[in-house]
């Protein structure tokens, strides 16, 4: 029998229709048009009870305020807001999860009207199909969970709060990405509200253009507000395991080095992914290192797999191993809770990324150029500060399966996904010049350290609007045929983000 369960997660935030006039279309005050929304669709406005909560950025670098924030429930709302948004002449621009790194979801300026999605938080499984449908309100931590009910999993990141529709709108990935693919790679279908308010499906036999489009670019196309996903067993076997160095900048530089070898020529099963970490030391000229991963497959075979790698560098200080069911490998990589009931917490940061090409590795020059940034300027930066060399590519990866054309995320041949994070000291504004020279000097160190014209990337879910070329370093080739999807399905720019495709400069 054919066994399909939905569960509907309950309404979040709810707010009554405000009296304060923002904007005026042809007579028309913002207030007036949205009286007329026949789905009763509840919206705060500045000024009102539940503003300043509905408009805080995960990142407080960012300050925006929309003029207003709707919390629709159904696909036929959404519509409703995106017709209020071309009658009233503002952009609109869904919030899924709230976690862009440059405050996308609230339209990257004062003029927008946001769609927050909190309040769609339905997923239905289909244990015969072996797929799952989520609204675009869920977070990671609910989906992972509610799949592992059913004993199945979707390839996505570890921290809780993300929402699906940014994470699988863009990428999504995470330690099972080596085995699974990212997120995107496991859509099937979409269902997708477009510029013009019209509800439609895209897929590979409708909208196929679009289906393309929304897997890589998704917010510069349309707002997807429920994804169907052809999900995995969750697999009954993991760990998670983690080493430690503290060492000299130049023997730090050598252990990327071997990772680099180990990661693009060791013969690496798909079970294994995991990520060097890069962290300020505590003595001058040196660095921290660790390497934490995952490893879905029996224990017993972990040791073997990891030997020719630790053959070569020297001996960890300390090690971890964490072994359970695929939950309990999801609780651990998320600090130790799935839950999404409590607030976040918010942080002030900056974020760049680099996506380096399996077919030119990064040289020797520019790991140690790297390192010596890290354990000089980054010892004197205050605040936190992080890099992680995230293993995407190796023989066996399934993200490297795919070729560069088949959806709109073109770094098909990447190796490395490398985050660079710096936190203001106490977590809060003002944002210190010291967190940009930091990460500007270390992404310099290995660019221009590679040989000229080195053909790097970056990852979209780590956004950065200082990048000054960053169509071509986020969409690469695939950019051209993104604007032609843009021009049939949204030719005057209504989901105009900061760094949207079609963007008007």
């Known amino acids: 029998m054919n066994k399909i369960s ?3 997660r309950p309404t979040i935030l709810t707010a009554s229709l405000g009296l304060l006039i923002i904007s005026h279309v042809n007579g028309q005050s913002l207030k007036d048009l949205v009286s007329q929304i026949g789905y009763n669709v509840s919206i705060v406005l500045p000024g009102q009870p539940g503003y300043a909560n509905a408009t805080k950025p995960f990142n407080l670098r960012y300050d925006y305020k929309p003029v207003a924030v709707a919390f629709p429930v159904t696909s036929h709302e959404v519509s409703e807001v995106v017709q209020l948004g071309l009658k009233s002449n503002h952009t609109v621009v869904a919030r899924s999860g709230g976690h862009s790194y440059i405050a996308n979801g609230l339209g990257g300026k004062n003029d927008a009207i946001v769609i927050d999605l909190r309040n769609m938080k339905s997923i239905t499984v289909d244990d015969q199909r072996n797929t799952a449908v989520v609204q675009t309100g869920n977070l990671l931590g609910d989906i992972l969970t509610t799949l592992n009910e059913h004993d199945r999993a979707l390839p996505h990141g570890t921290c809780p709060y993300v929402g699906i529709g940014g994470h699988a709108g863009y990428g999504g990935y995470g330690f099972t990405s080596r085995m699974w693919g990212l997120t995107i790679d496991r859509i099937t279908s979409i269902e997708v509200v477009l510029a013009n308010g019209e509800i ?5 036999t409708s909208n196929k253009d679009l289906f393309w489009a929304m897997r890589g670019a998704a917010g510069s196309f349309g707002i997807a507000t429920a994804i169907t996903f052809s999900t995995f067993p969750a697999p009954p076997e993991t760990t998670i395991f983690s080493y ?4 000299p900048a130049a023997e730090a530089a050598s252990v990327l080095t071997v990772f680099q070898n180990f990661t693009l020529t060791g013969d690496i099963p798909p079970q294994l992914a995991g ?3 890069i962290t300020k030391a505590d003595i001058r000229g040196n ?3 660790g390497y934490a991963g995952g490893w879905y497959a029996p224990i017993a075979q972990l040791n073997a797999t990891l030997a020719p790698f630790f053959a070569q560098v020297p001996a960890p200080i300390s090690t971890s ?3 359970g069911d695929y939950l309990h490998s999801a609780i651990n990589l998320a600090g130790g809770s799935l839950q999404t009931i409590s607030p976040e917490g ?13 077919s030119q590795p990064m040289s020797l020059k520019s790991i140690q150029a790297l390192m010596e940034v890290v354990s000089t300027v980054g010892f004197d930066t205050p605040g936190w500060w992080f890099f992680q060399v995230e293993q995407v590519g190796g023989k066996y990866s399934a993200i490297n399966a795919l070729k560069a054309s088949e959806t709109a995320f073109v770094h098909r041949d990447s190796l490395f996904v490398i985050q660079f994070y710096s936190s203001s000291p106490g977590n809060t504004p003002p944002y210190p010049q010291t967190g940009f020279n930091l990460l500007n000097a270390s992404v310099d160190a290995i660019v221009s350290n590679n040989r000229p014209g080195w053909n790097y990337g970056a990852y979209a879910n780590y956004l950065d609007d200082e990048l000054p070329d960053w169509s071509y370093r986020y969409y690469g080739s695939n950019y051209q045929r993104l604007e032609g999807v843009k021009r049939i399905y949204d030719p005057n720019d209504f989901f105009s983000l900061p760094l949207g495709v079609g963007r008007r400069h």
Do not use: G
């Not at 439609?200 to 590979?204: D, L, P």
């Not at 918010?346 to 399996?358: E, G, V």
């Open 275 to 277: 990520e060097l970490v």
């Open 321 to 323: 191993f964490d072994s």
């Open 200 to 204: 439609t499906t895209a897929s590979e």
């Open 6 to 8: 939905t569960i509907m």
């Open 346 to 358: 918010t942080d002030t940061f900056y974020a760049k990324s680099l996506m380096t090409p399996s």
């Open 244 to 247: 430690s160095w503290h060492l």
């Open 287 to 289: 660095v921290n290192l």
